[in-house]
C-alpha cells in the first residue's frame, strides 16, 4: 500500500523541510500539506487547514485517501507564553480529537513530536533518561508532556500506531524558527552573516542539547519507517545530537568570521531554559531503530555558514 500522508502544520521550521524530504522520497502526489496560511513556495499539494477544526481535517483524510499524518502544528514554548489559553488549544485539545479520528478513519501512523520542553527543575540535567521525572514549566511542555500521555494510551487501548520524539532545540539554514526558547542557535548565524554582530537573549554559559535540522529529518522518517514490532516507546523517545552553550557556538563561528562580536543580554526566555536539561541519554532510539547523529558542532557551523552565505 501506497503511503498517502497528510501533514498539518507544514509552513513550520521544520515542517517546511520535512514536506520537501517526504515529497522526495514518496512523490508529489501522495504528500499533502497544511496549514493555516498559504505557504512562501509550495513544494507539495496544499490546502489551507485549521488543526482545531476536526471535522475538515476528517474531510481531507477521506478526499486524499490518507493513511499517515504527521501533525506539526504547535505554538512553541516562548511564544507559548504569551496566550497560555489558546497555546493549550492548538497544542493540546487538538491533538486529542486528531487521535479520535485517527481511530476513526483507521490512519495506519501518526507522528507527533514531543520536545525537551517536558523536562523541568527537577529532570536529571545530564544524561537525561528516558523515564525520569517531568515537571515542565511552560504550558509548552505541559501541552506536549499530556501529549505524550495521550499517545500511550491511545496505543494501548485503541492500537493506534502513534510514533513521537522529543526534539531538541532544532538548527536549520532551510527555515527560521518561530517562537523557540532555542531560537538563539539559528539567529546567530544570520546575525554573523549580516551584521557580524548578535545580541544573545541567553546568557553564555547556558548549555542545552541541540541537533542539526538534517539529523532531525532523518530521524523522523527513519523512526517512522522503523517495524512497529521495533517501537518499545510510545510515549515518545529521547533523542540527542548535540549539546553546547551560546558561547560554544560563538567560538565556532568566530572561527571562520573572525570579527564577529556577540553580547549577551537574557530575557525571559533565560528561566525557560535553565529549566531544561543538558544531554540526552538517547539509548533506546539507537537500540529500538538505529538511531545514531551525523552531525556535532563543527560540522554544523560549516554546513550553516555555507548554506547561508549562498
Not at 479520528?101 to 523536562?119: D, G, H, N, Q, R
Not at 548535540?242 to 573572525?258: L, N
Request: hydrophobic content about 35%.
Amino acid at each position: 500500500m501506497d503511503k498517502r500522508i497528510l501533514i498539518l502544520g507544514s509552513n513550520g521550521q521544520i515542517g517546511t523541510v520535512l514536506t520537501k524530504a517526504l515529497v522526495d522520497r514518496y512523490g508529489y502526489k501522495n504528500v499533502f500539506a497544511s496549514d493555516i496560511r498559504e505557504p512562501k513556495i509550495q513544494i507539495a499539494n496544499f490546502e489551507i487547514l485549521d488543526v482545531t477544526d476536526k471535522n475538515k481535517i476528517a474531510e481531507a483524510i477521506d478526499k486524499h485517501q490518507i493513511n499517515t499524518i504527521y501533525h506539526l502544528a504547535a505554538i512553541l514554548s516562548a511564544n507559548g507564553e504569551k496566550n497560555p489559553s489558546l497555546t493549550w488549544k492548538i497544542n493540546h485539545d487538538a491533538t486529542v480529537n486528531l487521535f479520535d479520528l485517527c481511530v476513526e478513519k483507521k490512519i495506519v501512523t501518526v507522528f507527533f513530536p514531543s520536545s525537551i520542553a517536558i523536562y523541568g527543575p527537577h529532570t536529571p540535567k545530564i544524561n537525561t533518561p528516558q523515564y525520569t521525572s517531568f515537571n515542565p514549566s511552560t504550558v509548552y511542555g505541559i501541552s506536549k508532556l499530556t501529549g505524550e500521555m495521550w499517545a500511550e494510551y491511545y496505543h494501548k487501548r485503541y492500537g493506534l500506531d502513534v510514533r513521537s520524539i522529543r526534539y531538541p532545540g532544532v538548527i536549520g539554514w532551510q527555515s527560521l524558527p518561530e517562537g523557540g526558547t532555542t531560537d538563539y542557535a539559528v539567529e546567530i548565524y544570520h546575525g554573523a552573516i549580516k551584521n557580524k554582530y548578535y545580541n544573545c537573549f541567553l546568557k553564555a554559559g547556558t548549555k542545552l542539547p541541540m541537533i542539526y535540522m538534517d539529523d532531525v529529518i532523518r530521524a523522523t522518517i527513519e523512526l517512522m519507517e522503523a517495524p512497529a514490532s521495533r517501537i518499545t516507546v510510545r510515549s515518545s523517545y529521547n533523542l540527542s545530537g548535540m549539546s553546547f552553550t551560546p558561547q560554544e557556538i560563538y567560538e565556532s563561528i568566530k572561527a571562520h568570521i573572525p570579527d564577529f562580536k556577540i553580547d549577551y543580554n537574557p530575557d525571559f526566555r533565560q528561566q525557560i531554559a535553565e529549566s531544561w536539561n543538558e544531554s540526552i541519554d538517547d539509548s533506546m532510539a539507537r537500540n529500538d531503530w538505529d538511531w545514531k547523529p551525523k552531525f556535532e558542532l563543527e560540522e554544523m557551523t560549516k554546513d550553516m555558514l555555507r548554506h547561508l552565505s549562498n
